[in-house]
């Protein structure tokens, strides 16, 4: 008997220009902690794409023309969950504790 198991990635949203570059997303959270609704994020510009966040010593792909121009394509599907390239994941950094708002 073959066995699967599927660890879910955390995911976040990303804003992906039409040239495939990241702009900035707003996200709103719920005004409670004891709240389990989740954030709600927007695209000002740009299409509202899901991507992984990198895990524990993982490191994201340079960010260049290459890069934008797969991630214009991967992100076709609203998703780059699971795309790769060059053999690495497209994730994104984890979110500092530096760069949240008290």
């Known amino acids: 008997m073959l066995v699967a198991l599927w660890f879910a990635a955390a995911v ?25 609704r989740r ?26 023309r290459a890069l934008n121009l797969f991630r214009r394509k991967a992100g076709q599907d609203g998703s780059l969950v699971g795309d790769r390239f060059q053999g690495r994941p497209v994730c994104v950094p984890p979110p500092s504790a530096t760069s949240r708002r008290p």
């Open 12 to 36: 976040t949203t990303v804003c992906l220009e039409v040239d495939g570059s990241l702009s900035p997303v707003i996200c709103k959270a719920p005004s409670s902690r004891l709240d389990a």
């Open 39 to 64: 954030e709600v994020c927007e695209c000002p510009t740009g299409r509202r794409t899901e991507a992984p966040i990198c895990t524990a010593g993982e490191i994201p792909p340079s960010d260049n």
